[in-house]
């Protein structure tokens, strides 16, 4: 986590959101056994706060807006990769991923009259979503502190309130995939957010052969769709931490037919072969000293 801001209340500030992110992850977290998502893994069936009910809700809808290619019920499977629960990462049998895929997809999340109920073999995890949801809370704090410059970086999500103190937009790396200690492009960016999501994030090798931790609920494998990153800018960083995970899962083409339905959001596609494709309405903001395609 890495805040910064400027102004006359700015310290206040700092410590009001990096207080705010904490009580957030205690509530939102899949492993402590006081959060809402534990107790809604382990019972099934609960009365969680109304935040975590608005925040699954959304889940649901991106779920439903993604064709499910965006899923809070992939956690068994996360786990059986071993990239979830302090689990060792293997790769699960396919007879296994089989028993798993039936339980799961968004129509094992039922809410009805503030409960939440999920199917016996069900389990829900956020750590696709809530990151989004922390850096509005965020940006939100912000403002009521009448911050008008500031910086949220909280691992792969960014969220930008107002421009740089001299008025100048924010300057946000985008990583080479291939070595995360350069960048392959920047966005010039004020009062968004700018979420990537990328397969060589987080991945383990097995009989020479990458997997990732982003997996296809309708498979139940890591995506495999010509993708090495996705990244998406928008204003509502809840919507954009759940896209960059679903446009991800589609792939190229599917997503850039996404994004022409639904062209609420600006993306910049990274691909297995490094070629670089960037929507139109931010080709504007996107520099890069490697050639792009622009998709309009």
């Known amino acids: 986590m890495s805040v910064n801001a400027y102004g ?3 310290k206040e500030a700092v410590k009001k959101v990096e207080k705010e992110i904490n009580r957030l992850d205690n509530l939102l977290s899949v492993q402590n056994k006081n959060s809402d998502i534990y107790k809604i893994n382990e019972n099934k069936c609960i009365s969680p706060s109304k935040e975590t009910l608005n925040i699954i809700k959304k889940a649901k809808k991106i779920s439903r807006l993604t064709d499910g290619a965006f899923d809070i019920t992939t956690e068994p499977l996360t786990k059986a990769w071993g990239f979830s629960g302090g689990a060792e990462n293997r790769v699960p049998d396919k007879k296994e991923i089989r028993n798993i895929l039936k339980n799961v997809g968004a129509e094992n999340i039922n809410i009805n009259n503030g409960k939440i109920t999920l199917n016996n073999n069900s389990s829900v995890d956020l750590g696709a979503i809530a990151k989004g949801y922390a850096s509005h809370k965020a940006g939100e704090i912000f403002n009521d502190y009448k911050i008008t410059s500031a910086l949220i970086s909280l691992g792969g999500n960014v969220r930008a309130v107002g421009s740089k103190p001299d008025g100048s937009p924010w300057i946000v790396g985008i990583a080479d995939p291939d070595n995360t200690e350069k960048q392959i492009g920047t966005l010039s960016v004020k009062d968004t957010s700018v979420i990537t999501s990328g397969g060589y994030q987080r991945f383990f090798e097995s009989n020479g052969k990458k ?12 995506a495999e769709n010509g993708l090495k990153s996705v990244t998406v800018v928008s204003e509502d960083d809840t919507l954009g931490d759940g896209l960059t995970t679903g446009l991800f899962v589609m792939g190229l083409d599917k997503a850039i037919e996404f994004y022409k339905e639904n062209g609420s959001f600006g993306a910049v596609f990274i691909t297995d072969n490094n070629d670089i494709y960037v929507t139109g309405n931010i080709k504007d903001i996107f520099k890069s000293n490697r050639s792009f395609e622009v998709i309009e």
Do not use: A, V
């Open 8 to 10: 006359n209340q700015s």
């Open 211 to 222: 997997y990732h931790h982003i997996i296809n609920p309708h498979t139940g494998y890591p």
